[in-house]
């Protein structure tokens, strides 16, 4: 029984010592009108080190690239796609 409550003990402790960071990206959005009901949407990632997120283009290498799905609206239509900066 002691070593049934020492195995429990160990496996509980090794599985909360691998835990990450939840939320290592944080987003920042906003909006401006360009035009009479066109608006562009900025969106600003703030990463936590020593963390990062892969360009779009994903310029090869092993990650995967970064991808933004937007949910189908009926009254929204985009007319570009997305640009990064930096």
């Not at 070593?3 to 290592?24: D, E, R, T, V, Y």
């Not at 909006?31 to 949407?41: F, G, K, Q, V």
């Not at 290498?61 to 570009?80: C, H, R």
Request: glycine letters at 6%; aromatic letters at 12%; one cysteine or more.
């Amino acid at each position: 029984m002691k070593l049934l409550k020492l195995f429990i003990f160990f496996s509980c402790l090794s599985l909360s010592a691998i835990a990450q960071n939840g939320h290592p990206v944080s987003w920042q959005f906003s909006t401006e009108e360009i035009a009479p009901l066109t608006y562009r949407l900025n969106m600003h990632a703030t990463i936590t080190s020593p963390y990062h997120i892969y360009s779009q283009q994903g310029g090869g290498g092993m990650g995967l690239p970064t991808e933004i799905i937007f949910a189908p609206q009926s009254n929204v239509t985009f007319i570009d796609n997305i640009r990064e900066k930096e």
